[in-house]
């Protein structure tokens, strides 16, 4: 699996929506860290990375973008725009993003601190360690 597209429940009414996020059956781990990126230039890209160990889940709450994923051995693009499905990427998966529209808002729930040595961003580092698995 490359990545799930998680379909938030919605609770809906005359006043608007609502999701609300907890550990078991709609979402796959414990968080550990929030963080949120906006006002990113449309022709930007982000990421440019994998990761060893960390699992995430990425959701873009306002406006619009694409993420790229790449097993190493195909590539997948995700468009995201809707805040009710979360894009979960699990393992070592090389990941940009870009295509980011003017109010695009995203955020991403992990499940590890913030820590360096989990990134490999180096694309033939990330292939050897592909290759490893
Ligand atoms: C990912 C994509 C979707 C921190 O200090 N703490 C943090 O928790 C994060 C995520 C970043 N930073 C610092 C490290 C850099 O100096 O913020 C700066 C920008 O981080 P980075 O260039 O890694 O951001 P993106 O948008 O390329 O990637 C981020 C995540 O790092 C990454 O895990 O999967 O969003």
């Known amino acids: 699996m490359m990545y799930d597209l998680l379909n938030f429940k919605t609770h809906g009414n005359y006043a608007g929506n609502l999701v609300a996020l907890e550990k078991g059956e709609e979402f796959p781990f414990d968080i550990k860290r929030v963080y949120y990126i906006w006002g990113t230039d449309r022709d930007a890209v982000r990421g ?4 060893r ?38 393992g070592c998966i090389w990941r940009e993003f870009t295509n980011f529209s003017a109010d695009c808002v995203v955020i991403v729930l992990a499940s590890e601190h913030y820590d360096e040595s989990d ?15």
């Open 48 to 51: 440019r990375h994998a990761h």
């Open 53 to 90: 160990k960390l699992e995430q889940v990425v959701i873009c709450t306002s406006g619009s973008c694409d993420f790229i994923l790449d097993d190493g051995k195909e590539r997948a693009t995700v468009h995201l725009d809707n805040p009710a499905q979360g894009l979960y990427i699990k």
């Open 119 to 133: 990134y490999i961003r180096d694309y033939q580092t990330f292939l050897n360690a592909r290759a490893d698995l």
